[in-house]
């Protein structure tokens, strides 16, 4: 039986001898399918291959995790180390023995949480690859599941999953959206796990909100106000994106006035400079 991965998305697909004819995620319209045609991988494919799992430190306690090259979306998985165990976000869609042997080597995950279904990546591989630990889906997401695992269990709201990390459903790009609170982060100021729910711009001082990146699809002003202010009543001052992007100190009130912002210009507030 072979471990399936979409190479679009590069989530997880049952294992079995071949692989679905179409990816479900990609053809939904948040996402799409290559004009070329739907096409998969698998983590044994990519083993041979030489593809790796490159783990940094981002600051202390945090590690971003990168497959090299990319698979996928590419997105960066989080690595969030506190004394009682470890949370592993926004999981990448390549894993190895390797790989898994250096997060084992920070003490492990205790459990995965991916910020939506576009970054459930290899999610129930690596729970195996960790010695089996849960992987938490929103259960407002749970039809988006493609590889159905006993490690996955559904919840919804906010959850305290470590003393000091929270993780939140607000919505927006997903109904089950979900970001991620660490009241340690950024030397005790607090660290907010964004996903792409909320999106850092290049010059860290703005962010945006979308239904499709991909597509550009926009959400509403009234989405975009109920997304901030669910998020806004959280405490951190900094946000790391999934991508690598961060905003890198007040960004509660950047997400305000980036909220602000998008919701003038889709309302038609500064239809008068176009």
């Known amino acids: 039986m072979t471990q399936w991965i979409c190479s679009t998305c590069a989530v997880e ?21 290559p004009r070329t045609g739907q096409a998969w991988t698998s983590l044994e494919q990519m083993s041979a291959s030489g593809f790796r799992l490159d ?28 004394e009682v165990g470890n949370l592993l976000w926004d999981p990448t869609g390549f894993v190895d023995e390797a790989g898994a042997q250096q997060v084992l080597e920070l003490g492990g995950a205790s459990l995965i949480v991916a910020s939506h279904p576009h970054m ?10 960790l010695g089996g630990v849960p992987v938490l889906v929103a259960e407002a997401d749970r039809a988006w599941v493609q590889r159905p695992d006993p490690a996955i269990i559904h919840w919804t709201g906010d959850l305290e999953v470590l003393p000091g990390v929270t993780i939140s459903t607000v919505g927006g790009h997903f109904p089950g959206s979900a970001v991620a609170v660490w009241k340690r982060g950024a030397s005790g100021r607090g660290v907010l796990l964004a996903g792409d729910t909320i999106f850092p711009g290049p ?18 002003a009234a989405v975009v106000d109920r997304v901030a202010n669910a998020v806004n009543r959280l405490t951190f001052d900094r946000l790391y994106g999934n991508f690598g992007g961060v905003i890198p100190s007040d960004a509660r009130g950047v997400i305000r006035r980036s909220a602000d912002r998008y919701m003038g210009w889709v309302r038609g507030d500064f239809d008068h400079l176009t």
């Open 13 to 33: 697909s049952p294992d079995a001898d071949s692989p679905p004819a179409l990816c479900a995620i990609c053809t939904d319209e948040r996402q799409f399918v």
């Open 55 to 82: 783990l940094r430190e981002v600051e202390p306690d945090l590690f971003g995790i990168l497959s090299v090259p990319p698979v996928g979306l590419g997105q960066r998985s989080l690595l969030v180390r506190t």
């Open 120 to 129: 459930y990546g290899a999610q129930a591989a690596w729970s195996r690859a």
């Open 203 to 220: 010059d860290g001082n703005w962010v945006t909100f979308m239904r499709s990146f991909a597509n550009t699809i926009p959400l509403s």
